[in-house]
């Protein structure tokens, strides 16, 4: 059958597993599965914002952390969410953690899932 305009090939609509909680290793970062271990790293990279006149937090549903209990006791609930799913951002480059993002909205029936709470 041809339409106008082209959609493509089909795509395998077989539905896809869940992410698994992993560490990631690219050429310039790695991504672990966030954890409360992280919390004295980005209180680190926390303070560091603040004192550049960081407003990284201004889109986010949380923050900013007014201490680094404060960021660790939101890091040990956020570590635990399934959707969406946090990792740790720590650059090869210095080895230490100085972000977090997450995998949400996941459809593994859609083969689908979102990029989101990029800190």
């Not at 339409?3 to 672990?32: A, F, M, N, W």
């Not at 549903?61 to 404060?70: I, L, M, N, T, V």
């Amino acid at each position: 059958m041809s339409t106008h305009p082209p959609v493509g090939p089909e795509v395998d609509t077989t539905p896809r597993p869940l992410p698994v909680r992993q560490k990631i290793s690219g050429r310039y970062v790695e991504l672990e599965p966030l954890h409360p271990r992280h919390a004295p790293a980005l209180w680190q990279a926390v303070k560091s914002g603040t004192e550049s006149g960081d407003n990284s937090w201004a889109y986010m549903g949380y923050g900013p952390f007014a201490s680094q209990d404060a960021l660790a006791k939101f890091i040990a609930d956020f570590s635990t969410t399934h959707d969406p799913i946090a990792w740790a951002v720590r650059p090869i480059s210095t080895g230490l953690a100085t972000g977090w993002l997450t995998l949400m909205e996941i459809q593994p029936k859609n083969a689908a899932i979102e990029l989101g709470n990029i800190w």
